[in-house]
């Protein structure tokens, strides 16, 4: 596509202003330049819909771009990033999701031999682990048969004491698949009891040569799902480790927010996955969030593997293929019915590590924001070289590839 000679005389102005200027302002001059050009071609979608937009060099720790960054606006799935990161910081790395299973006995005594021991029930206990399948469902019954050799099992106790018994979120759609908010979890779903007792009919069981009596899923285990796969069940679970209610987990997250410098009055935490109609965020704060997260490697090193890589998995596997944004770019994505918001990292050409929050709301269908967004991506992460007439910007890239649907839980019929 032609460009106007106007736009290559501004790049070249641009390099001439920062010939004297230090690395960082260089890139922020060509950086707000390449953006405002993304902006102006994109006039129509700013004219009809609202945006949040916000830039941030990590390496030089000033910011480089903003537009409506503290405006409030709904997250969608990119809420998930504070979960995440307020999970890593409060649990830590190392933390794990249990299932546990009690057995309870009594003291039989019988005059004139030693006094032995009879199982009289089981309890099982969920920790709302999503990641808890049939592998794990076959060692607690073969745990259980070890137990019971006769095959008598004794009454179980399933205890759901680890939340509330709320079992949607708040504000969440009727129609939309909502996750369930169990702590007895099968396969993700609230169909524990049934897979259990299913699990010790089977004749086929053995007893396991040592006692199982809990089982553990790491965090990072399920970060990745939550995040390269937008997975709301993982989100909820891992959200509810912060808290038995949906207040408390809440004001985990805020007070992390609070100690970062984000105000109160900027955000509202709803739910952990971004399914609620009542989250609210600004750009601003995710970036502060993910700045955070990248000044502190105990949570970056968890939290980056996690994050779809642009052209590659995830939920950006067919986003921004080609291009400088490729491979270069590991954001969050997120999409409800009339938003679409990305937020994570960029790498800029001359190594620089960036944080952005990119939020379109009010938008008609989810790809005039994706094609906004993927388009900024670009202009983030294209060659720092001086144009000329034969050799147009580099920050004009040919227009991203349409927008594919992300995978991400559908909200009021939108993929």
Known sequence: MNRPRALYCLI???FSLSASATPADTLGLVLAARIDTVLKAHGALLEQTQLGLYVYDLT???PLYAHGHRQRLRPASTQKLFTAVTALYRLGGDYCFTTTLTPHFDTLRTPGAPDSLRLTRLTVRGGMDPFFGA????????TVKQLCPDGAEPPITYDESFKDTIPLGWGWCWDDDNPSLSPLLYEGRPRFAEAFTRALADTTLTAAPDT?????????TVLRRMMKHSDNQYAESLFYQLGPTRKAAAEQVAALLSAIGVPRASYTVADGSGLSLYNYTT????????RYAWQHPNLYRHLQPTLPLAGHDGTLQRRMTAGPARHNVMAKTGSVTGVSTLAGYAQAADGRMLAFAIMNQGVRSLSEGRNFQDAVCQALCAPLVQATEEDPPVSQDPEPLPAQPDGEMPTSGQP
């Open 12 to 14: 070249s102005l641009v």
């Open 212 to 220: 199982v009596t809990e089982t553990l899923t790491g965090i990072d």
């Open 60 to 62: 030089a720790d000033t």
């Open 283 to 290: 750009p601003e704060a995710l970036v502060l969030l993910l």
């Open 135 to 142: 592998a794990d469902m076959k060692r607690l019954a073969r």
